[in-house]
């Protein structure tokens, strides 16, 4: 599957924003962003034109996208299956993009990433109710157990992510972990409230409703 291989550090430029892409380091002063690169990619310039309203919405939308580690085609059909959805679309497509596999992993604390959980759950590490699962957009259910496998337990990167889960305690109230057993359950379906992400998902709505 095609996937972005590039600088991560270029797209938190991109978007102004720490996106997350190297999990905790992303807040440490070592960040592009929060050094001497305050600007885009390119050419530092003097003066910026004024952003379109339809760019606006671009930026929140590459924003939402890129923390996700997702494409054009897979994000979009997030987005339709949101809007088929009862209750509001932007909430809708925040629950769901909360719900993929990887992410659920990240935010257990077994990785300090999702494109460290994405690994994981491709390498074959991760378990869904039992069952190895090895697709990172598997949308998990409420009530899903998910655990580390056997083979993986005692690995010194999962170690190191979940201590740095202990220190931040930033593990969301929609799941509950054992860090013991290496495993978590989902006790209730993601809503708006449980993402802290600074997001817009109204000016994707928007975008995406042209």
Request: with cysteine; net charge positive; glycine share 6%.
């Amino acid at each position: 599957m095609a996937k972005y291989t590039g600088p991560k550090c270029k797209l938190c430029r991109r978007e102004m924003t720490a996106l997350m892409l190297k999990g905790q380091r992303c807040l440490t002063d070592k960040c592009p962003i929060k050094g001497k690169k305050k600007y885009p990619p390119g050419p530092p310039r003097k003066r910026r034109a004024k952003m379109s309203d339809y760019a606006i919405q671009l930026r929140e939308k590459q924003k939402v996208k890129r923390s996700y580690g997702m494409l054009e085609k897979q994000f979009r059909n997030m987005f339709k299956r949101a809007s088929q959805m009862k209750g509001v679309t932007g909430d809708n497509l925040l629950s769901l993009l909360e719900r993929r596999l990887d992410n659920v992993i990240y935010r257990m604390g077994f990785a300090s990433s999702r494109m460290q959980a994405r690994q994981l759950v491709q390498h074959r590490h991760v378990m869904v109710n039992g069952h190895v699962v090895d697709i990172s957009s598997f949308r998990v259910k409420e009530g899903a157990v998910v655990a580390i496998t056997e083979k993986f337990n005692k690995n010194a990167v999962l170690e190191d992510s979940i201590k740095l889960a202990k220190a931040v305690d930033s593990v969301p109230e929609w799941v509950e972990v054992d860090f013991e057993k290496k495993e978590g359950k989902v006790v209730r379906l993601p809503v708006r409230a449980d993402i802290v992400d600074s997001f817009n998902e109204q000016l994707i709505v928007e975008l995406y409703s042209k």
